[in-house]
């Protein structure tokens, strides 16, 4: 068990239902995870879409198979992103502090998308080819564990590498994303903010994020149906 890996498939729907593409992609993470004698278990469930939109500079993603040709590229930007002091003024939990933490946070997060737990999609700067955020769908079952609420809904939070922010980033493209996670069948998508991120809410509001409840004594609660 040292040198490979243990994966267990339990299918949520029928096999045939499965799209060839889910399979192909599949395949490809569990010859990488082989590749780097990573072990682990796999629960593979039906899944939301992946998101794929397009502005001018900015591509949103997925992890895919390509990607995987730029890893330690990926783990290098997002340890950019969630190491910086900036970034993380209202959410220091979220630090990361060298490149290892960076790399298992990525190998955990394509583990959690497949497990339906996560579902990481990156901010890429076409231009550049470099990951400038990152925009996360938490599953209620995640967020049960973390948040004391009566219900719970779909959670997302969402940051931007320091560089990119003051650019209206979030602005532009946390509507068409939030449209189609809605338009998906998912009823209603939660954020905790703190509440003296003025950004932050204000992003929240331009994507029809209305105010619900008081969290904690520093967050707030905002959702969208």
């Not at 593409?21 to 469930?45: G, H, L, P, S």
């Not at 967020?143 to 969402?158: G, M, N, R, S, V």
Request: charged residues 20%.
């Amino acid at each position: 068990m040292n040198s490979i890996c243990a994966i267990k498939i339990v299918l949520g729907h029928k096999t045939e239902n499965l799209t060839k593409q889910y399979f192909t992609t599949f395949k490809t993470w569990v010859r990488f995870f082989k590749e780097n004698k990573r072990c682990f278990y796999i629960f593979a469930i039906p899944m939301m879409k992946p998101i794929y939109y397009e502005t001018g500079d900015l591509f949103i993603h997925p992890f895919r198979p390509e990607d995987m040709e730029r890893f330690e590229q990926l783990s290098g930007d997002i340890f950019s992103i969630l190491s910086d002091d900036n970034t993380l003024k209202y959410i220091p939990s979220k630090r990361l502090h060298n490149l290892e933490e960076a790399d298992l946070f990525l190998r955990t997060m394509i583990i959690n998308y497949y497990a339906g737990l996560n579902y990481i999609h990156f901010i890429t700067d076409k231009k550049q080819n470099k990951v400038i955020g990152l925009i996360d769908l938490i599953s209620p079952q995640v967020a049960k564990k973390h948040y004391q609420l009566d219900e719970y809904p779909f959670f997302i939070e969402f940051y931007l590498g320091a560089f990119a922010i003051g650019c209206y980033v979030m602005t532009e493209i946390l509507p068409p994303v939030v449209d189609s996670i809605l338009n998906q069948g998912i009823p209603r998508i939660g954020a905790i903010i703190n509440r003296q991120n003025i950004a932050a809410r204000k992003v929240l509001e331009n994507a029809q994020f209305t105010y619900k409840a008081t969290f904690d004594h520093l967050q707030d609660l905002y959702e969208v149906t």
